[in-house]
């Protein structure tokens, strides 16, 4: 047991042995005053209550899904080719009067994809190679012209990428929205364990934390001073991405439209699953609540349930876009809520008891992460809509195959050339739905199919590779 004169070191360590984490000091005598200073700090900050019960429930897993599930309401595609137009109304009249907000979750660690940075400053577009960041940029900035207005964007980072973001906005001069309408923010981080429950050492005075989790988003929101910019500009609604959905329809105002008619506190865009296998989490009733059920969570029963006229019964796939009322978050809050945490198993690289760095290939522990879609479960109302997924999800998560860059260059093609074929222009095709040549349309240009039927005069011929702007 290590002694110190320092009295606060001492308490914290003290907490570390009680708590059966004391293997983690292996490298103290080795370190300087300074580094001490750190790795103290760094300790005092864990919950202890909060993460001896997560190692309880990381090494002891219960049966996955405790309560009675059911399917959720959903407004389908077919009932919306009435509705949207009777809310759509609604859903413009709020971006016109400054009551949107938009919040873009960026705190992962995109490990699958393996690239060298925030994810949002991956290369994705087509002819340009616009990051992701730049490609949603645009978005936000077309929009603010269409409803001539300033959709702030508050941007969660980690404490892993936080800066290397900033710096990539401040290079890019914010994309033209302005320094002071972005608001970066980060979110917690928690430790990880191994198999054994005990922590892993990053470097010889750190332990090992990964970011909590997207759902660490509702509380960074208060936490940060988000919530405050927010009632100060007036803005009621937010409208919550991914930053890995390139084809992300931003601040759809049918979509806020609905959230607003139907008075949710968080509504929901869903596509339909499908097959059995489709790796995408499902919304449904939990007992009386409205929740979602990871893909990895459902077991067969229901994954392979079919109703009378042989539809999956749990069809509604959560592609992670949400219209949140500010007011709820900061109810949440006030209250004091907290989001459960789902546990991982995961690759995790530690320092060995030799002082060398490790980068196993195998999963050798567990993370933990809470998931914005928990908070449905305190809504007292949500609304969820069907959107088609071919024009509002694909994501960018792995390297290659399934969700990966090619994918979402396809994807992303596969629009522009449906909204140019729907305005009559000819294009000519590798297969059905791809172009011969790369073809990308700057979302200043247009964002979808009316903009450029619109603007129809000023597209050239398509004779190579073309961007449209
Ligand atoms: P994913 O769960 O797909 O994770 O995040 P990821 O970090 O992008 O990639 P992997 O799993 O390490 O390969 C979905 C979205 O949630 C954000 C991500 O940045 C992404 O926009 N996220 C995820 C956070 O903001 N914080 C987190 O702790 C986790």
């Not at 090494?59 to 309560?67: G, T």
């Not at 949710?264 to 339909?272: E, G, I, L």
């Not at 979808?448 to 449209?468: F, L, M, N, S, W």
Request: charged content about 30%; overall charge negative; proline content about 4%.
């Amino acid at each position: 047991m290590i002694k110190e004169d320092n009295q606060q070191w001492q308490a914290v360590i003290d907490l570390v042995y009680q708590n059966g984490q004391g293997h983690i000091f292996r490298f103290w005598n080795q370190l300087t005053s300074e580094e001490k200073q750190e790795f103290i700090d760094q300790l005092a900050r864990i919950d202890w209550q909060q993460m001896n019960q997560l190692i309880h429930k990381a090494l002891n897993p219960e049966k996955k899904i405790e309560q009675e599930i059911q399917p959720v309401e959903v407004i389908t595609l077919q009932d919306r080719l009435q509705r949207d137009s009777e809310v759509l109304p609604s859903g413009e009249h709020a971006l016109r009067q400054g009551k949107v907000g938009v919040c873009l979750v960026a705190g992962g660690q995109g490990s699958r994809l393996g690239f060298d940075g925030p994810k949002g400053c991956f290369p994705i577009t087509p002819v340009k190679n616009k990051s992701l960041f730049q490609l949603h940029a645009e978005k936000i900035k077309a929009m603010s012209l269409k409803y001539d207005v300033t959709l702030p964007w508050y941007i969660m980072t980690s404490r892993t990428n936080n800066r290397a973001t900033i710096e990539f906005f401040e290079k890019n001069n914010y994309f033209g929205l302005g320094k002071e309408n972005v608001f970066f923010f980060t979110q917690e981080m928690i430790p990880a364990i191994d198999r054994q429950g005990k922590f892993l050492l990053e470097s010889k005075n750190r332990i090992f934390e990964s970011p909590n989790g997207h759902g660490g988003v509702l509380k960074a929101l208060w936490e940060s001073g988000a919530i405050d910019d927010m009632k100060r500009r007036g803005i009621e609604y937010l409208f919550y991405f991914q930053v890995d959905n390139v084809l992300i329809k931003m601040c759809d105002p049918v979509f806020i439209g609905y959230h607003i008619t139907e008075q949710s506190q968080m509504s929901n865009k869903v596509v339909r699953k499908v097959r059995p296998e489709d790796r995408v989490g499902v919304i449904c009733k939990i007992g009386d609540k409205i929740g979602v059920v990871e893909y990895s969570d459902l077991d067969d029963e229901h994954a392979y349930a079919r109703t009378e006229d042989g539809e999956l019964k749990f069809w509604a796939g959560s592609i992670a876009i949400h219209v949140i009322d500010v007011s709820f978050i900061e109810k949440e809050n006030k209250h004091g809520f907290k989001l459960p945490f789902h546990i991982a198993q995961k690759a995790i690289p530690f320092v060995n008891e030799q002082g060398e760095k490790v980068k196993p290939n195998d999963k050798n522990g567990f993370k933990f992460e809470t998931f914005i879609f928990d908070a449905l479960l305190d809504a007292d109302k949500t609304c969820t809509i069907e959107v088609e997924r071919q024009t509002e999800f694909s994501a960018v998560k792995n390297k290659e195959g399934f969700e990966s860059p090619q994918t979402a260059k396809e994807d992303l093609q596969r629009n522009y050339v449906r909204w140019l074929k729907e305005a009559g222009i000819t294009v000519p095709m590798k297969d059905e739905t791809l172009p011969l040549y790369p073809i990308e349309i700057s979302p200043l240009f247009a964002l979808d199919a009316e903009d450029v039927k619109r603007k129809k005069e000023r597209i050239p011929a398509i004779t190579g590779p073309t961007y449209i702007e």
